[in-house]
C-alpha cells in the first residue's frame, strides 16, 4: 500500500511540474511576424508557381511546417481536422520557442527546415502549423481593415446577373489581390500567400480527385479536405481575436446571405448612433461571425490560383525598401539581423538545373519540391 501511496504522489508531482511548464508553451503567442523573425530566424518558402506569385519569406517557424506540408498534405486524408499527437506538436512548438537574452536570440541559427531529432508525421505538423497560426496577433490577416474589405467583396460581388461567371471571378480575384497588395508589412502580405497557396493545393487535390475507379466503384475519398472543409478549419483562424470586436449585419435574410461590414465603433456616442439605427433598421439581424469567416476564407481558398494571376499582372509582390532589407539585400529593417538559414536560398536542388539549360533565367518562383500530385486546371 505505502508503495502505491508513493507512486501515485509521484505521478501528482509529475503533473504538477507538467502544469508549470505549460506557460512556456504559449511564449510565441500574441508575438507578431518581425518578432518571430528575431526569435527562429527568416527563410525561403517555395511553392508551385500556380499557387504563389513568387518564392516567399517567413519565419522559419512557418517555413518549416510549410514547406513540409507542401510536399506532404496534398493527399493525406483529414489533414488539419484530425489532431496530431499532443507531445509531438508541444516538441515541435517548443523547439521554436527561443529562451535567453534578446541578444542571443536575434542571432539564433535555425534550419529551415523541420529539426531531425523530432519523428513529426503529417498531422503532427499540420497542427504544429495552426498553432503557430493561432498565435499571431490578428490571425492571419493581421487587420479589420482587410477583413471589412473581404466582407465587401463576398457580398458584393454574390450572384450579379450583370456579370458572366468567367468575368465575375476574375474581378473578384482582382479585387482579392488589390486587398492583399494594399497591407503594408512584406511579412504579413507573403504569409498570407504562404497560408492560402498552402491550402489552396491541398484543397484542389481534394476537389480533382476521381470519385470513382475505372471499374465504377465509389473510391473513398470523403476524408479529403476540400475547399469548403477547409474554410471550416481555418475561418476562425482568418482574423484571431480581431472577430470579437467586428460587427457584421445581414439584409433581408430570406433572399441569402447577403453580408455588409460595419466597423466596429469605438467612441461611446458611436456607439448610441448604432443602437438608434439598428432599432430603426427592421430588416436588419445579426449573423453569425464565425460563419462568415469560414465562408470568406473558402473564398479566398477556392479562388486563390486567379489571385495569384492576378498578383503577378498588378505587381501586388514587388519589394520595397524594407522587403529589400527582409530579403537579405539593400537596406535592412532596423533590428533585424539576417539569419543563417537564408543560405538555404543558395543550395537550390540539384534538379533544377536538369529542367533548364544553364544559360536560362532562373525563375525563383518555382517549387524545389517533386511535382504537385494536382491534375491540370480546367477549363
Not at 508513493?6 to 518578432?35: C, F, G, N, W
Not at 465575375?168 to 489581390?177: C, E, F, G, W
Not at 449585419?249 to 466597423?263: C, H, R, S, Y
Request: proline share 8%; glycine share 6%; aromatic share 6%.
Amino acid at each position: 500500500k505505502s508503495d502505491r501511496r508513493v507512486r501515485h504522489k509521484r505521478s501528482v508531482s509529475d503533473l504538477a511540474m507538467h502544469i508549470v511548464q505549460l506557460p512556456k508553451r504559449d511564449s510565441l503567442k500574441d508575438e507578431d511576424l518581425q518578432s518571430l523573425v528575431r526569435l527562429c530566424g527568416k527563410s525561403m518558402l517555395y511553392l508551385p508557381s500556380e499557387y504563389a506569385p513568387s518564392s516567399l519569406i517567413l519565419p522559419t517557424c512557418f517555413r518549416a511546417t510549410a514547406q513540409y506540408l507542401v510536399q506532404h498534405a496534398a493527399d493525406t486524408r483529414g489533414v488539419f481536422r484530425i489532431p496530431g499527437s499532443v507531445r509531438v506538436v508541444n516538441a515541435l512548438y517548443d523547439y521554436y520557442c527561443a529562451d535567453g537574452d534578446a541578444d542571443e536570440i536575434s542571432s539564433t541559427t535555425r534550419c529551415p527546415n523541420l529539426p531531425t531529432h523530432i519523428k513529426a508525421g503529417t498531422h503532427d505538423v499540420a497542427s504544429a502549423f495552426k498553432r503557430f497560426l493561432s498565435g499571431l496577433p490578428g490571425g492571419i490577416l493581421g487587420s479589420l481593415a482587410l477583413f471589412d474589405a473581404l466582407v465587401a467583396i463576398h457580398s458584393q460581388l454574390k450572384g450579379d446577373p450583370e456579370f458572366t461567371r468567367t468575368k465575375q471571378t476574375k474581378l473578384r480575384a482582382r479585387l482579392i489581390a488589390l486587398a492583399v497588395g494594399s497591407i503594408k508589412s512584406q511579412y504579413r502580405r507573403e504569409l498570407i500567400c504562404a497560408v492560402f497557396g498552402l491550402l489552396c493545393l491541398i484543397g484542389r487535390t481534394a476537389e480533382t480527385a476521381p470519385r470513382e475507379d475505372e471499374q465504377g466503384r465509389p473510391l473513398p475519398t470523403a476524408d479529403l479536405m476540400g475547399y469548403n472543409a477547409l474554410g471550416i478549419v481555418f475561418g476562425p483562424l482568418l482574423a484571431g481575436d480581431l472577430i470579437n470586436t467586428y460587427t457584421m449585419k445581414i439584409a433581408n435574410p430570406p433572399t441569402g446571405l447577403a453580408l455588409f461590414p460595419v466597423t466596429p465603433p469605438q467612441p461611446r456616442r458611436e456607439r448610441r448612433k448604432n443602437k438608434i439605427s439598428e432599432d430603426e433598421d427592421t430588416r436588419m439581424s445579426s449573423v453569425d461571425k464565425i460563419h462568415a469567416a469560414n465562408a470568406i476564407t473558402e473564398m479566398l481558398i477556392t479562388h486563390w490560383r486567379e489571385v495569384v494571376k492576378q498578383m503577378r499582372n498588378l505587381g501586388s509582390l514587388k519589394l520595397s525598401d524594407d522587403a529589400d532589407g527582409a530579403r537579405g539585400g539593400g537596406m535592412q529593417e532596423p533590428g533585424l539581423r539576417p539569419s543563417a538559414s537564408e543560405s538555404f536560398v543558395i543550395r537550390k536542388p540539384a534538379e533544377w538545373s536538369c529542367l533548364r539549360p544553364p544559360s536560362a533565367p532562373r525563375d525563383m518562383s518555382e517549387s524545389p519540391v517533386p511535382p504537385s500530385p494536382t491534375p491540370e486546371a480546367r477549363k
